[in-house]
């Protein structure tokens, strides 16, 4: 499989290369040159297989020509062999119609282990194949910083810099990445939001001689490698309620939009999907598009979602490609204005299309909070603010006689004081877990300057490298 920029001035590559690259080097992302498709035949043949078996299966085409069927296969066992539930990714039912996918079994509570997993595998075994390093560099407000810092931490062959916001994740998230003190790890807390630790990432890929000097790589998923191991459990989840042979709909918390893109990826690999439904907390970008092709920028607040509290959902770029019948020069000028005057221009025809599939619904903190206390009073079910999101999106938005699977993307325990004030209750967090708050906690606060980012990572590759 080849792999074309949503912008159509960087070379086309293979797997690999895009696993490497990150980012393209016009600045676009990544795409599959041509989408594989599954026949409902294809479909049934996987039902019944493991959670490790379909992953490979689903992922299969998109590596064709870079990684054997035999090693990916090997590479997923490994990957969902840590994980603390037997089904890998288990289905709760909440109502009739109503299922939550947890996505949340992983090392790191979230749904990132899903495929960052994978990815520090991944990694390993391309650069071992080329006999290569690179320097990860990474945008979190929260979840992808500690997901990739576990799959990651002390592979010889990585050197990892995660930014967080300054003070915007909540303390289990931050300790989860502070307190691993691998020589490869290195975390700076930006004096911004996560808009700016992800535009610092996007600047230090668009500075050549930087990224070719630190040999750059990413893990957001602007890399397409992150969103094609984010598809399967889609799929996991069609089948388990009788797909292809019936349509579901899913509902996703969204922020950086590569979940839900993932989503879209299985439906146009044929899975019958009828509605995909869109959470946003009141950074509510996504929400106001649906609503009406309002794509502005607005300052982002906190919120009791703080993984979610983005503006700039890098992967829109994706369906905005699409949306366009792949006009890369379009999709170049209409991302180009965006980031000049913070307002996107979709075509009237394109905002029509999206609507079709696509419905959002978004919820302030109050909203969240009720919706984690009446979940947990009707239902018992404990929800992350993330998830209980994405749950009334589901229920704001589902089709009559069609079933929708909510994303759970993160454990409770990861929000211990949103549960708390929300329900009263506080979840432990697991075992291997319990000491977080007695570890210690390594990080160099950073200003909103590329020159003082590039710096530090500069510093820390040096440092590893001593
Ligand atoms: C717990 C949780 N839920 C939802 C999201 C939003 O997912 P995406 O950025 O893929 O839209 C994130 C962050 O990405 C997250 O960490
Ligand atoms: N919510 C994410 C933000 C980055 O998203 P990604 O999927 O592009 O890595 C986080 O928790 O860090």
């Known amino acids: ?40 035949d294809d479909w049934r043949a996987m039902r019944g297989l493991s959670y490790p078996e379909l992953a490979a299966r689903v992922m299969a085409p998109f590596t064709a020509g870079s990684i054997d069927q035999d090693t990916l296969l090997g590479l997923c066992r490994e990957a969902y062999a840590g994980f603390t539930h037997p089904a890998t990714v288990p289905m709760v039912q909440l109502d009739r119609d109503l299922f939550a996918m947890e996505l949340f079994h992983g090392p ?46 002390d592979r010889a062959r990585l050197q990892v810099v995660i930014l967080h916001p300054l003070g915007r994740t909540s303390a289990v998230q931050r300790r989860q990445m502070t307190t691993v003190l691998s020589p490869n790890i290195a975390n700076l807390a930006l004096e911004g939001t996560f808009d700016d630790c992800q535009d610092m990432v996007k600047a230090m890929f668009a500075d050549a001689p930087f990224r070719d000097d630190m040999q750059l790589s990413a893990v957001n998923s602007i890399n397409w490698a992150r969103v094609a191991a984010q598809i ?9 309620l009788g797909a292809p042979d019936r349509e579901v709909s899913f509902a996703v ?26 959470g946003s907390n009141g950074n509510d970008i996504l929400a106001r598009f649906l609503a009406g092709n309002d ?50 221009a979709v075509p009237d025809a394109s905002w029509r299309q999206a609507t079709t599939l696509f419905h959002g619904e978004a919820l302030d903190d109050p909203a969240t909070e009720a919706e984690i206390r009446r979940l947990h009073r ?6 992350d603010p993330h998830s209980a999101i994405g749950i009334a999106a589901a229920r704001a938005c589902a089709l009559p ?35 977080l708050f007695e570890r210690e906690e390594h990080f160099r606060v950073v200003p909103n300057r590329l020159d ?12 590893n490298a001593a």
């Open 295 to 344: 794509m502005s920028m607005r300052p982002v607040t906190p919120s009791l979602s703080p993984s979610m509290d983005i503006q700039v959902s890098s992967n829109f770029e994706r369906l905005l490609f699409e949306l366009l019948d792949r006009d890369a020069s379009l999709c170049a000028a209409i991302m180009t204005g965006f980031r000049q005057t913070g307002r996107m």
């Open 378 to 383: 009707e239902t018992q079910y404990l929800a």
């Open 1 to 40: 499989m080849r792999y074309v920029s949503t912008r159509g001035q960087a070379p086309t590559l293979d797997f690999s290369g895009v696993l490497l690259a990150g980012l393209a080097g016009d600045g676009g992302l990544y795409m599959p040159e041509t989408w594989p498709e599954f026949s409902a």
């Open 232 to 240: 399967p459990y889609y799929v996991a989840a069609a089948l388990a």
């Open 108 to 153: 790191t509570l979230a749904f990132k282990d899903m495929a960052m997993q994978l990815l520090g595998r991944l990694f390993d075994h391309v650069l071992t194949q080329q006999d290569r390093r690179v320097t990860i560099v990474g945008a979190t407000s929260g979840d992808t910083g500690s997901a990739a810092i576990e799959a990651c931490r």
């Open 253 to 278: 918390p969204t922020g950086n939009f590569g979940n839900v893109f993932a989503a879209w990826a299985a439906r146009r690999m044929g899975l019958p999907v009828a509605r995909l439904a869109i």
């Open 401 to 435: 006689g069609i079933p929708t699977v909510a994303m759970a993307t993160a454990h409770p325990a990861k929000f211990p004081d949103a549960m708390l004030s929300a329900t009263g209750l506080s979840p432990a967090l697991p075992p291997h877990l319990a000491d």
């Open 452 to 463: 003082a980012v590039q710096d530090a990572v500069r510093a820390s590759v040096l440092k």
